[in-house]
């Protein structure tokens, strides 16, 4: 059963314009939060992360953005970028040593 | 960069085959992990390591066996590759040493295909 969700597989938004990725999670022991992104052909790079003692965390064009009571975080990107077009996954941990990821969201910026 | 290889990056196999993927990295970091990537479920964690023969099982640590007799070194082993085996796997490293808590860095990932 998959305890992290990305409900949409793809996203298209254009440049200039602010990307939202959206995650949704079922464990409420999980109290850390990361964003990675993907390319084609490569490893997946971290991104920002979020401990679960805050609600939004900052760094540049990105903010991951924290609801635990709903159990949803979300990763607005502004301005999008073409060379923010990959494949951005979300992923929690309880602490276990144990990375739980999402299926993950293809994003497209159109130039 | 943390320094992170993996080898090889493409194989081909045929079902009921013994495969050993290696995971190698240059900056002695002390926890290490193997991942599978497939369609539909994201990341999984096969296995983990926290020290030289210090190992742990994953979500889907069926099927798979690993080892660390040094430091630099994680290997992941199908010991009978199965169709079901057919992925893109992953090797990472946290570079803090306290786990899971802070980011894992990613290799470039190893593509096994078993026929």
């Known amino acids: 059963d998959q305890q992290v969700k990305q409900n949409s597989p793809s996203l298209s938004v254009q440049e200039g314009r602010i990307s939202i990725l959206n995650c949704d999670y079922t464990?409420?022991?999980?109290?850390?939060f990361l964003w990675y992104k993907k390319y084609p052909a490569e490893g997946p790079t971290f991104l920002i992360s979020?401990?679960?003692?805050?609600d939004k965390n900052e760094d540049g064009r990105f903010t991951v953005f924290l609801n635990k009571s709903a159990k949803h975080l979300s990763l607005h990107i502004v301005p999008s970028q073409p060379g923010d077009s990959a494949v951005y996954f979300c992923a929690a941990s309880t602490g276990a040593n144990n990375l739980f990821f999402g299926t993950g969201t293809r994003l497209t910026v159109i130039p | 960069d943390a320094g992170i290889t993996q080898s090889p990056r493409h194989k081909v196999t045929e079902t009921g085959t013994p495969v050993t993927l290696r995971c190698h990295q240059t900056e002695n970091h002390r926890y290490m992990y193997w991942y599978r990537q497939d369609p539909g479920h994201g990341l999984r964690l096969i296995h983990y390591?926290?020290?030289?023969?210090?190992?742990d099982k994953g979500e889907v640590s069926d099927g798979y066996s690993v080892s660390r007799s040094k430091t630099e070194d994680f290997l992941l082993t199908l010991e009978s590759a199965t169709s079901s085996q057919t992925s893109v796997y992953f090797c990472?490293?946290?570079?803090?040493?306290?786990?899971?808590?802070?980011?894992?860095?990613f290799g470039p990932g190893t593509r096994l295909t078993v026929l």
């Open positions: 464990n409420s022991m999980f109290d850390y």
């Open positions: 979020i401990s679960s003692i805050k």
């Open positions: 990472a490293i946290s570079i803090s040493g306290t786990g899971v808590y802070n980011e894992q860095f």
């Open positions: 390591s926290y020290g030289v023969k210090d190992t």
